[in-house]
């Protein structure tokens, strides 16, 4: 095996990391917000627990991409790809950090607060979860024009959000019962908004490593 043959399989290892980062991240989010409907606790302790083995596998990534640079040099083009899985793992990574922030604001909700509709949560919740699966699908296939797609559902988000932020604020107005709970949903409604923000980075890095070039 020649030094080509070994960095591309190298390189493939490490984009493999990033894929297994990405699917333990979205699916973080998806047990944190599971944990918040059913305000069960012991799931919303075991996202927390499990935050550790994604941060290690960042760490992975990170590592191996480094030793890669120094080993083997790589020319530009491959330079570039590594330091875009590099900075894709770092934004899948804040994912699940925001997952641990769920679940935690779940835990301060605790059982016994009084119920408040999740309709648009869920709906933003569902929405920036197709938006991670899609963002990291089009950056594994190269797909331009599912990463663009990807930026249209950001805006329904965006929405979404500020829905979301106006009818707690009223309900908490209307009910001040309900004001603990609507504080830490305003959060739960803040980090999913910067959960979907993080999918459109990952687009972002692929249009710069396909186009060279920066695109917001």
């Known amino acids: 095996m020649n030094v080509r043959e070994r960095f591309e399989l190298a390189l493939m290892g490490i984009q493999h990391q990033l894929t297994e980062l990405s699917d333990l991240s979205i699916e973080a989010l998806e047990q944190a917000f599971t944990a918040l409907e059913n305000r069960d606790l012991e799931l919303a302790l075991n996202v927390i627990e499990d935050d550790m083995h994604i941060n290690r596998l ?41 997952a641990v922030d769920i679940a935690k604001e779940t835990i301060r909700i605790g059982e016994n607060a009084p119920t408040v509709d999740l309709t648009h949560l869920r709906d933003m919740h ?15 296939e190269r797909d331009m024009i599912k990463a663009k797609d990807v930026a249209q559902l950001d805006d329904e988000v965006d929405e979404l959000y500020g829905v979301t932020v106006r009818e707690l ?30 999918s459109t980075n990952i687009c972002e890095h692929l249009f710069y490593l396909v186009k060279g070039e920066h695109y917001e």
Do not use: G, W
């Open 58 to 98: 960042e760490e992975m990534i990170n590592d191996q991409a480094i030793l890669l640079i120094t080993r083997q040099q790589p020319v530009a083009k491959d330079l570039r790809q590594l330091m875009v899985i590099v900075k894709a793992a770092s934004d899948m990574e804040r994912v699940a950090d925001y």
């Open 169 to 198: 604020l009223e309900l908490s107005v209307a009910d001040s019962s309900c004001i603990k709970v609507v504080s830490h949903l305003s959060f739960v409604s803040r980090f999913l908004e910067r959960c979907a923000d993080h």
């Open 126 to 140: 569902q929405k920036t979860v197709t938006m991670l699966r899609s963002s990291v699908e089009a950056f594994v």
